[in-house]
């Protein structure tokens, strides 16, 4: 994935993982960023886990690998400020290897 021309990604390179369960297209696939190049971004954490609604409680089967890409592009292209969640540091310390497993709080109106 590319950072959206225009944008403080712009010119950057990001590599998505996606994983597939059994229980697809019905559950979400895990999908995390991996690689050198992890996004600095508040919905972003150092381990490549992204915070993003429609990877969990917002999935609709009707979603697809190109739509989940276009919501992560569009969510990397709103940032006007490169930092990392204000909890990373805990969070990478203790969450499970698979975002899916995380219960994920949005508060959007704070960045």
């Known amino acids: 994935m ?5 944008t403080i990604y712009d010119k950057e390179h990001f590599q998505l993982q996606f994983k597939f369960g059994p229980s697809y297209p019905f559950e979400s696939p895990e999908v995390i960023f991996v690689g050198q190049n992890i996004p ?5 954490y150092s381990n490549g ?3 993003l ?4 409680e917002d999935w609709s089967p009707a979603l697809s690998v190109q739509s ?3 919501s992560i592009i569009s969510m990397l292209s709103s940032c006007k400020k490169k930092e990392r969640p204000l909890d990373n540091d805990l969070y990478v310390k203790s969450c499970s290897q698979n975002p899916k497993h995380t219960r994920w709080m949005y508060h ?4």
């Open 2 to 6: 590319q950072g959206a021309e225009g």
């Open 53 to 56: 609604s429609i990877l969990s």
């Open 49 to 51: 886990h992204i915070c």
């Open 68 to 70: 989940v890409c276009v």
């Open 108 to 111: 959007d109106d704070e960045i």
């Open 40 to 44: 600095v971004h508040p919905h972003v």
